[in-house]
């Protein structure tokens, strides 16, 4: 009997998924996203498919989008991000954290989620800011 090289790399790939670090994971959709539309290939649509029903990214590829996985892996690399963010976030004390790549100038202090403190996002947040930019919010 004759196994099917498809069905195994794509099982292979599939297990590979679930024991992978989100650095290795960024590495392969830096990877899906270097590559030419044309040129992907079944196990790179699987990842990217895969990843999608795993971070909750809605993808629906249309057959003559030359552009949808690579869209998709650039939103799926963002949520990828915040969920390496949000793993670290508990051992993390402070009460608000930013999401990453949230970058702004408050006064003449520019801030993003390294020189956050708890008493700046309280007084940027009492001035309006948009709590969604946040991954943690007290």
Known sequence: ???????CNFAA?????????YKEIKNK???IVDTPAAA???EQKAAVR???KTYGVEFKPKPRCASCY???AMEIWERVKEAEAKESAPEDTRKYILKPG?????????VNEVTLTDELAEQILARGFNPKYFIKCE
């Open 1 to 7: 009997m004759e196994i099917c090289k498809f069905c």
């Open 13 to 21: 790939a599939k297990l590979n998924f679930y024991i992978m670090n």
């Open 40 to 42: 992907l290939t079944p």
């Open 102 to 110: 949230v970058d702004l100038f408050f006064g003449s202090i520019r």
């Open 29 to 31: 959709l830096r990877e």
């Open 70 to 72: 690579h869209d998709a």
């Open 50 to 52: 895969e990843y999608a």
